[in-house]
């Protein structure tokens, strides 16, 4: 019984060492660098997804390609492993449209970067030989980087040795009596050299020169195939295309941050939309340029994995408004706010709060980026109803800029509130009143 | 006493009837309490950065269950312009079925105690008889609606909301649609001999419409999407759901063609609905 018992045991313990292991099966991919109207998007469809979905009129690059997949239970997604098998497929890809018109894609070198905008993040794509041209350039730029920082370092001992050199020699003669003005003022000639520069040009920089398909097509649904090398229409690489095209564009949605929380914005896509607040901070806008997309369908053009609403269009951000200004009108009047810089300061106080003030770039920020670049917008409890639009654009823009902005403060009236509610209740109560009365006096004519 | 003259005359005496019982009232109070509590509970919710349904256990517990059902976007669009659409509805579903399923109850407690059978011997048809309880029903609804808008108004005037484009828009579009939903409980109330048979029927038929409806937005689960988005297809000719859908679609999207597409279908399908209650009604009168 012992026995069993320590052999059970031993069995329950054995369990725990062998945790659940992804299983991996090889399956045959597109991979996707998809344009989803503010960068590039990367994703893979997997054997059994039908549908492709893809930006319309935009650069979009597919390849063939053969890995392993497995399941990632912590986030739910299948994820590629593609250190043990990455095979990439040469030939053409074909997508016949709806009246059976074929287009040939040739396979073509690409590259994607990200670099830093003014305002936004931006991506970009290269192809071709300018696609080289840009690695070659970025690899240049690093290499460069790296030639100086070797320079800096070789540079930097030297001045080290020459300073340590300098500082012996100068405790020597003081120790011997002597006069040190000469070496103190050559120590102080002395200038340490410069760091270089990081290459501050991408955010994100550019990939290693890749192959893939440039597709770009008119919106519509579309069947993709792919031709092997011996003419052959590929087994498993049939697909739908789903070209996306936005259903409404260019309209205004705000990117709101709340004074007291600047780190938690919160954003207004529909037009004409209002915006209730306590009114217990003043707000910080940033207009932005956003499309309108079928929920589902932008879902799966960034993630082919994702899910979405088929039957509901979301508003996607595209790019922030340069140099915006608004118009804000109150009980007092219109007035019209620049965008402006300014810069999250946290308080000396033992309050542990920040404040948001002024960017001042020539006096006490100077050498600092602004903490943000938006619309200040003040508030008060006083305030009933603010409206803003954009200023200095077109009619159609400016009309899905506007905005309401509401102060609220707390539930109110609620004693009227109770008695409208009860007012039917009332009505019938008097109704029953009524003819209970007529009732008796009709039965008092009677008797 | 035919025709328009015999609808009228039945139409005024079933409103009375409905008037001077509690019931109607009841129910409308009840309802608007329903339609209160999101409005409540959406302005306690509003922080310094906005709207905020964390702040309100009622309301974070609303939005994630139709965010988790429907999607984000459909909780933004709900509530872009203030609480009062959302609200709009939590009162007026209530309060249809509640008038819808009245009148079926009513109509089949006459039919037994032999009232139509009289009306009908005497000088009134049973369509005639049918039609008056479809306005009844009609006017009931209007009604009600017109207290809840007064109501509700006069509460966004109270805490400075605003009660928004969307829900003058959705209150029409109810108006319009609730013919079709009175067309379908008189058909429910025809179809069959008991008034148990018919509500259950009716209640049914517009469950199986909203599901179907509601399955082809959920974002749960592929399949169930993919399914009921056939349905969907099938049967959103006769779902006042998706006539609703269509024109306040074309509302949003300004699209004049859509909005007068989607009112015509209601339109046509209430006319086709009523001449079905209308000949089950007599096919009946036939057999009896």
């Not at chain 1, 990632?72 to 299948?78: A, E, F, H, R």
């Not at chain 2, 259950?200 to 689960?221: E, K, N, P, Q, R």
Request: proline fraction near 4%; charge should be negative; hydrophobic fraction near 45%.
């Amino acid at each position: 019984m012992k026995r069993l018992t320590i052999i059970l045991l031993a069995m329950l313990c054995s369990f725990s060492l062998f945790g659940e292991v992804p299983v991996r099966s090889e399956e045959l991919l597109y991979s996707i660098a998809a344009f989803s109207g503010k960068d590039y998007a990367l994703t893979f469809a997997k054997e059994d997804a039908t549908t492709i979905y893809l930006y319309a009129n935009a650069d979009n690059f597919l390849s063939m390609k053969k890995n392993f997949i497995y399941y990632w239970p912590i986030t739910g997604l299948w994820m590629i492993d593609d250190s043990v098998l990455d095979v990439t497929f040469d030939g053409v890809m074909q997508v016949v449209d709806s009246k059976g018109n074929v287009q040939q894609f040739e396979e073509v070198e690409y590259t994607f970067f990200n670099m830093r905008g003014t305002y936004d993040n931006n991506w970009h794509v290269k192809t071709g030989q300018e696609a080289i041209d840009e690695w070659n350039s970025y690899v240049q730029s690093y290499l460069d980087y790296q030639e100086a920082t070797a320079a800096y370092n070789r540079e930097y001992s030297a001045y080290q040795e020459q300073t340590t050199a300098l500082f012996y020699e100068i405790l020597a003669v003081r120790e011997q009596g002597g006069d040190t003005e000469a070496l103190l003022q050559q120590l102080s000639t002395l200038i340490p050299p410069v760091e270089p520069a990081m290459p501050s040009v991408y955010t994100v920089p550019p990939a290693r020169i890749q192959y893939g398909y440039r597709i770009n097509l008119g919106a519509g649904e579309y069947r993709l195939r792919f031709i092997d090398k011996d003419g052959r229409v590929m087994q498993d690489s049939e697909k739908t295309i789903v070209s996306v095209e936005s259903r409404r564009s260019d309209s205004i949605g705000y990117e709101i941050f709340p004074a007291d929380r600047w780190t938690m914005p919160s954003e207004s896509f529909a037009p004409s939309s209002v915006l209730y607040v306590d009114g217990t901070s003043d707000m910080y806008v940033r207009p932005f340029y956003q499309d309108e997309f079928l929920d589902l369908q932008y879902n799966k053009m960034i993630d082919n994995q994702s899910s979405g609403n088929p039957n509901l269009y979301r508003w996607v951000r595209i790019q922030q408004v340069p140099n915006s200004s608004v118009e804000i009108t109150t009980s007092k009047g219109v007035q019209v706010v620049n965008e402006q810089p300014f810069m999250v300061e946290q308080s000396k106080s033992t309050t542990l709060g920040y404040s948001i003030v002024p960017y001042d770039a020539q006096g006490v920020h100077a050498g600092k980026s602004p903490s943000i670049v938006a619309l200040h917008i003040p508030l008060s409890t006083d305030d009933k109803e603010i409206s803003l639009s954009l200023a200095g654009v077109e009619d159609s823009i400016k009309g899905s800029s506007k905005r309401i902005i509401r102060v609220i403060t707390g539930i109110k009236g609620e004693l009227i509130t109770v008695l409208l509610i009860v007012i039917p209740l009332i009505v019938t109560f008097i109704v029953r009143t009524v003819r209970k009365r007529r009732l008796a006096s009709v039965l008092v004519e009677v008797s | 006493m035919k025709g328009f003259h015999g609808t009228k005359v039945l139409t005024r005496l079933h409103l009375k009837e409905m008037f001077l019982t509690p019931a109607f009232f009841i129910a409308a109070a009840i309802s608007t309490v329903f339609g209160y509590l999101p409005v409540r509970g959406f302005v306690n919710s509003i922080g310094s950065q906005g709207f905020n349904p964390s702040l309100s256990p009622m309301f974070a517990n609303i939005t994630a269950s139709l965010e988790s059902l429907f999607s984000e976007v459909l909780v933004d669009t709900l509530f872009a312009q203030g609480p009062f659409l959302f609200a709009l509805y939590c009162a007026y579903i209530p309060m249809l079925l509640y008038i819808c399923a009245s009148s079926i109850i009513t109509y089949h407690f006459q039919r037994d105690v032999g009232a139509i059978e009289l009306v009908r011997f005497g000088p009134v048809r049973s369509r005639t008889y049918l039609l008056s309880l479809f306005l009844k029903d009609l006017v009931s609804i209007i009604v009600y609606i017109a207290y809840l808008t007064i109501t509700f108004f006069i509460i966004s005037r109270l805490n400075n909301l605003l009660l928004g484009p969307a829900f003058i828009q959705s209150v029409c579009v109810l108006a319009v649609v609730s013919v079709l939903i009175c067309a379908y409980a008189r058909l429910a109330a025809s179809a069959t001999s008991s008034g148990i048979g018919s509500l259950s029927l009716f209640l049914i038929v517009m469950i199986s419409f909203a599901i179907v409806h509601v399955g082809s937005y959920t974002v749960i689960h592929d399949y169930i999407r993919n399914v009921s988005t056939i349905l969907s297809w099938i049967v959103r000719w006769f779902s006042p759901f998706y006539f609703v859908t269509s024109v306040q679609t074309g509302l949003e999207i300004q699209s004049f063609w859509m909005v007068v597409a989607g009112i015509l279908g209601i339109l046509v399908v209430t006319a086709l609905v009523g001449f079905v209650a209308i000949w089950t009604e007599r096919h009946k009168e036939t057999r009896t």
